[in-house]
């Protein structure tokens, strides 16, 4: 199994989650380690300088494939 080290959030580039409402309530991802390492670095846009999560790719879809996601947004 290939563990990846995220040292540096900043140089990695940061898009809205597709799956965040339309409000200021929005969850950021990266694409730029997927195809790398299958992680997808997840973290709040009113927040960027604070705490990051690292899903692998299939954690990442399974999680916004199911109900746990909505309950983020409410």
Do not use: Q
């Not at 959030?9 to 339309?22: A, E, L, M, P, Y």
């Not at 997927?34 to 690292?54: E, F, Y």
Request: proline letters at 5%.
């Amino acid at each position: 199994m290939h563990t990846a080290h995220i040292t540096d959030f900043d140089s990695i580039t940061w898009r809205k989650s597709t799956h965040s409402g339309n409000g200021t309530d929005c969850v950021e991802v990266s694409d730029d380690l997927i195809k790398p390492d299958g992680l997808v670095p997840v973290r709040d846009s009113k927040n960027p300088s604070g705490p990051k999560v690292v899903f692998t790719e299939m954690a990442w879809s399974t999680f916004v494939h199911s109900g746990y996601a909505r309950e983020f947004t409410a």
